[in-house]
């Protein structure tokens, strides 16, 4: 019997791509996406609800799918302050996690960061980290924590430079013996990958690093 899908952060660079990739997945019947605008797919099986991130519990209803992807995320660049970043990073995402987890959502996956860590004196890796230890605390059955490094790829109207200088300086740094596991890869490289997993059977919390993703 296929599967539904929950999908936040739809409209980001890897959340676009796998929307595309859920379309085309045979273990998937529908895919729900929770967007501030909406968006007009081509596709019969996606369906779009327009929400309030600063209202969630309102949609409650909405978070009743057997399987969650999260994907959400911005820049302090964007958000405009690292506390206007954390309310997307962590506050968003950490309220969408546990309104899946009480209606019974099974597997949990999260596009999280490579280096996430709640101890890092990085303000993004920190909140990274503290909301992977946040979600796994939650009830789901499977959880699956994806870490990529440096994601390229085109994005809508978010040009990010410290992204395009390193989407040219880490490929020629990672010919270094040791640096590979950092080497960028693509939003819909990861998109593929997500889809992939959600296919495959689980338990628990897994993670998986760079060298999960480009195997």
Do not use: W
């Not at 280096?115 to 699956?144: C, H, P, Q, T």
């Amino acid at each position: 019997m296929g599967k539904v899908a929950l999908v936040i952060g739809a409209t980001g660079l890897v959340g676009s791509h796998l929307v595309k990739q859920l379309t085309k997945a045979t273990h998937i019947t529908k895919v729900v996406t929770l967007t501030r605008r909406p968006v007009n797919y081509h596709s019969d099986k996606v369906i779009n609800h327009v929400i309030d991130f600063e209202n969630l519990s309102q949609y409650s209803s909405l978070f009743k799918a057997d399987i969650l992807f999260s994907c959400l995320g911005t820049t302090k660049r964007t958000a405009g302050s690292v506390d206007a970043q954390r309310k997307v990073d962590f506050d968003y995402q950490l309220h969408v996690a546990q309104l899946a987890a009480q209606m019974e959502v099974e597997h949990y996956l999260l596009v999280s960061s490579s280096g996430a860590n709640a101890n890092s004196n990085s303000a993004y890796l920190k909140m990274k980290g503290e909301l992977e230890d946040a979600v796994k605390a939650l009830s789901f059955k499977r959880i699956s924590i994806i870490q990529p490094s440096l994601l390229l790829g085109k994005r809508t109207n978010d040009f990010r430079f410290a992204e395009k200088l390193g989407s040219v300086l880490l490929p020629l740094l990672c010919v270094i013996p040791g640096l590979k596991k950092y080497r960028p890869i693509t939003g819909q490289q990861v998109a593929i990958k997500l889809s992939q997993f959600s296919m495959q059977s689980g338990h628990g919390v897994e993670y998986f690093t760079l060298d999960a993703l480009f195997d």
